[in-house]
């Protein structure tokens, strides 16, 4: 059977059916590599788009070298001794700080390019318009070129809002709308562009809850299906209070404590302009054998499936429990988002730098969620205790993931616009690239060659669909040939592809990964 045939085949996901709780053990280190892992990749966009100085390659290598090497198994699962954990920061620390410096030099030259006091550094793939943290505090960013650099310019069209009533406590633009209980700190209500989205009774809203952890067999690899017989509570709220009114940031602040003397703080951020509700989450954690998520209880029940991400695309996948596959896939591994829809109405739950979640229905009800922090005490007793940040958020929206723009959300959520000084120039925007066309692409590097010299743009296809992306280059790109992943000509050239008049049009299948050489 060398060549396959006679094997049997399998369509759709082939689920291992334990150790989902390495998708969260090691909080920490989690999130470290996520840092790493953003930092790299904004480092080699600088390098691209203003060319290298001498040094980048060699602490490019170390900083590469070290985030991989922190990927191994059983590092970034969780299930390692404590020394290593203790080894992991230093180097994580050490690969941010290496490509962040590398990162500046390039960003500084970038924004020399544009006018103004301020420039905004956008790294996602798509166009920005919106709220952006700056040394100084929130300003309005607007038509940030994906990959590039704008002034920062523009007047808000929106505006954020907080205020309370009696107990209950509202933010709000004009794209989104929450109210939080002053009394238990739950979202109570959530509105969006198709109306309510949360159930609401005792069980409705949303809000963090802890569960008792203590699986049967691997402490640190696994989290086991019959957790939420054994809830905890959400702790003692001890105040809620608006922190911010707008106009451009408006947020309500929720303290709690938790089990231990550990306490929580959730913010409900709506910036203007944004269609998401950000919970910022912080937490000072000790306890152990437990399981803290956040979830949501939805008015989608009968919905039997969601959707969410998965590396370079996305995955269908059942919220029913009929069969014993169903039932076992209580937690699955999402990057970014998972996403339940009706025609009209749909609710996304987005992380930064957490990757269990969970999507089930429960009668007229829906529930997502996502595990934010556990406490195994096997293989390294003090597994997750400390500080911790991270951020989920809830995008209501009236039509599917596609049409509202979830990927596009929660790729801006990871990848936050940055704004710094500007250096004076003359234009208005500027990227190496311009990114157009009826295809909608993820880029997932756009790095100098490893060898040769030139510029590589790697980008997959993100919604499944059939279409052809339109590059326009504003580096050197005299020839733009298609590549392996090691940057090596294609045998047979892509039968898509054309060049011409410094313009690349490339016509792409669903999901498909292209890897384009320019010189």
């Known amino acids: 059977h060398r060549d396959g045939a006679g094997y049997p085949e399998w369509i759709g996901e082939l689920d291992m059916e334990i150790h989902r709780g390495t998708l969260t053990t090691q909080g920490a280190v989690k999130a470290g590599n996520r840092r790493c892992e953003e930092a790299l990749r904004i480092a080699e966009i600088a390098m691209a788009s203003e060319g290298?100085?001498?040094?980048?390659?060699?602490?490019?290598a170390m900083a590469w070298r070290l985030t991989l090497l922190n990927q191994f198994h059983d590092i970034l699962p969780g299930s390692s001794i404590g020394w290593v954990y203790e080894d992991a920061r230093r180097d994580q620390g050490e690969a941010e700080s290496l490509a962040?410096?590398?990162?500046e030099a390039g960003l500084a030259r970038m924004s020399g390019r544009v006018a103004g006091e301020w420039a905004a550094f956008n790294p996602t793939s798509s166009a920005f318009t919106g709220v952006a943290d700056g040394p100084e505090g929130p300003v309005w960013v607007e038509g940030v070129p994906a990959l590039g650099v704008a002034s920062v310019r523009g007047t808000p069209t929106d505006s954020a809002r907080a205020s309370h009533a009696g107990s209950v406590y509202e933010v709000a633009n004009g794209k989104v709308r929450a109210k939080i209980d002053g009394q238990t700190g739950r979202l109570l209500s959530l509105e969006g562009a198709g109306g309510e989205v949360l159930a609401g009774g005792g069980a409705g809203g949303a809000g963090p809850v802890m569960y008792e952890d203590r699986p049967i067999m691997w402490d640190a690899w696994d989290v086991d299906y019959y957790y939420p017989e054994k809830p905890l509570g959400s702790g003692v709220v001890r105040s809620v209070k608006v922190v911010e009114s707008g106009p451009l940031v408006a947020a309500v602040e929720v303290r709690r404590s938790l089990q231990g003397g550990d306490e929580m703080v959730e913010r409900y951020e709506v910036r203007a302009g944004s269609a998401r509700l950000d919970v910022r989450v912080r937490v000072c954690w000790s306890a152990r054998h437990v399981l803290l998520r956040y979830e949501a209880s939805s008015r989608l029940g009968l919905t039997a499936r969601c959707e969410h991400a998965v590396h370079l695309g996305h995955q269908s996948r059942p919220t029913t429990r009929n069969t014993s596959h169903e039932r076992a896939r209580f937690e699955f591994p999402a990057q970014g988002w998972v996403d339940v829809s009706q025609r009209g109405l749909g609710l996304a739950m987005l992380s930064d730098c957490k990757f269990g979640f969970s999507a089930w229905s429960e009668g007229t009800t829906h529930r997502i969620g996502v595990s934010l922090l556990r406490g195994p005490t096997f293989p390294d007793p003090a597994a997750d205790i400390g500080a911790h940040e991270m951020t989920v958020s809830l995008m209501p929206h009236g039509g599917d993931w596609r049409a509202a723009g979830v990927r596009e959300e929660s790729e801006s959520l990871r990848s936050p616009v940055r704004v710094r000084r500007g250096g004076g120039g003359s234009s208005g925007e500027w990227s190496a690239v311009g990114l157009g066309g009826s295809a909608r692409v993820t880029v997932t590097a756009l790095k100098p060659a490893e060898r040769g010299g030139g510029v590589v743009l790697r980008m997959h296809e993100a919604r499944g669909e059939h279409g052809t992306v339109e590059i326009r280059w504003n580096v050197p790109a005299g020839s733009v040939v298609a590549t392996d992943g090691l940057e090596r000509p294609l045998a047979v050239a892509h039968p898509g592809l054309t060049h011409a008049g410094g313009v690349t049009r490339v016509a792409?299948?669903?999901?498909?990964?292209?890897?384009?050489?320019?010189?």
């Open 100 to 103: 962040l410096r590398i990162a």
């Open 508 to 519: 792409l299948r669903p999901f498909e990964i292209v890897t384009l050489l320019a010189r």
């Open 52 to 60: 290298e100085k001498p040094g980048d390659r060699a602490g490019m």
